[in-house]
């Protein structure tokens, strides 16, 4: 019983370390993208530190790094997991699934928030190891089976690349995706990558009986090299920031998710979750004020790339 004992330990250590870490200010960071060969080396630590996994409500669970957030949502039918992350991240996320007492192989979906490295390239890896069907948002599949090298931004560069892995089914705006009694909704939410997506479902706290809107946001970040100018590759870039900016506005959220932990202060409400006040991760106000900072941030950066109107 050592074992899982000192495994506590290390990841309350690691907790300690993000709770002291401004998570907020780190958001956007986190979205980089650095090579993925340079190394490890230049992976950054929160991608891997371990995380100690946890029911975020009912049947929705954090099974994610420090950095990188993957989700679990289990069925009597099996279960959906949203983002493999890095390759070697699959371990953490199976220890993580077997930690909170489920069976990695009943995984029988695998989605993600969008076609970067860090939230897909475990991809291959989990599909062969539970058989999973893959179902990726349309204009992210060329990427996701080519391994990244179709991405509009780092397609040319060899180090953001990753094993490619065939999608089962190719999913649209607004397409569900049902499993047992779970429906999740795949919106589009464009700009980050061309087929960025934000997922939504419905979860039910067992203590109140409530139900509640979830939001798990797919990437709202620009960033360092994006073009939102005369972007040849993505000629529509722009626009599609700014309908993915209307669509988050108008989701109904109560409980605030994102594609990294960083994006709702995993860290700093983590500890709050079991102290018998509400659920810290409700937080209709803040998904309203992250998403208008995001908003703002793209705002200013596409101003900054536009040429000056007028003489
Ligand atoms: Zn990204």
């Not at 094993?163 to 047992?180: M, S, T, W, Y």
């Not at 932990?261 to 018998?276: S, T």
């Not at 998904?287 to 703002?296: F, H, L, N, V």
Request: with cysteine.
């Amino acid at each position: 019983m050592s074992r899982p004992r000192f495994f506590v330990v290390a990841i309350l250590s690691s907790t300690l370390v993000a709770a002291l870490l401004s998570s907020r200010a780190h958001a956007q960071a986190t979205d980089s993208t650095p090579p993925a060969q340079a190394a490890n080396a230049s992976v950054p630590p929160d991608w891997v530190n371990p995380f100690p996994p946890h029911r975020v409500m009912g049947n929705l669970y954090y099974v994610g790094s420090e950095g990188l957030a993957s989700y679990l949502i289990t069925t009597p039918q099996g279960n959906i997991l949203v983002n493999s992350s890095l390759e070697q991240s699959v371990p953490l996320i199976q220890a993580s699934i077997e930690n909170l007492g489920f069976k990695f192989s009943d995984t029988k979906i695998l989605l993600i928030s969008h076609a970067h490295w860090d939230h897909c390239a475990g991809s291959a890896k989990i599909k062969a190891m539970t058989h999973a069907k893959y179902m990726v948002l349309d204009a992210d599949v060329p990427v996701i089976e080519s391994g990244g090298k179709k991405d509009f931004r780092y397609g040319n560069d060899p180090s953001t690349s990753y094993p490619p892995a065939k999608v089962d089914r190719v999913l649209h705006d607004g397409d569900e995706v049902k499993l047992g009694n779970v429906v999740l909704i795949a919106h589009k939410t464009a700009g980050h990558t061309k087929g960025c997506t934000t997922w939504t479902m419905k979860v039910t706290d067992d203590k109140s009986g409530k139900t509640y809107d979830v939001v798990i946001v797919g990437s709202p970040n620009v960033n360092p090299g994006y073009k939102l100018v005369n972007n040849a590759e993505y000629p529509q870039i722009a626009q599609d920031y700014e309908h993915a900016f209307a669509v988050w506005k108008t989701l109904p959220c109560d409980l605030f998710l994102g594609a990294h932990g960083a994006y709702y202060d995993m860290a700093a409400k983590y500890p709050k979750l079991n102290n018998g006040g509400e659920n810290p991760f409700l937080d209709p106000a803040g998904y309203k004020a992250y998403i208008a900072d995001r908003e703002s941030a793209f705002q200013e950066e596409l101003k900054k790339q536009q040429p000056p109107t007028g003489k």
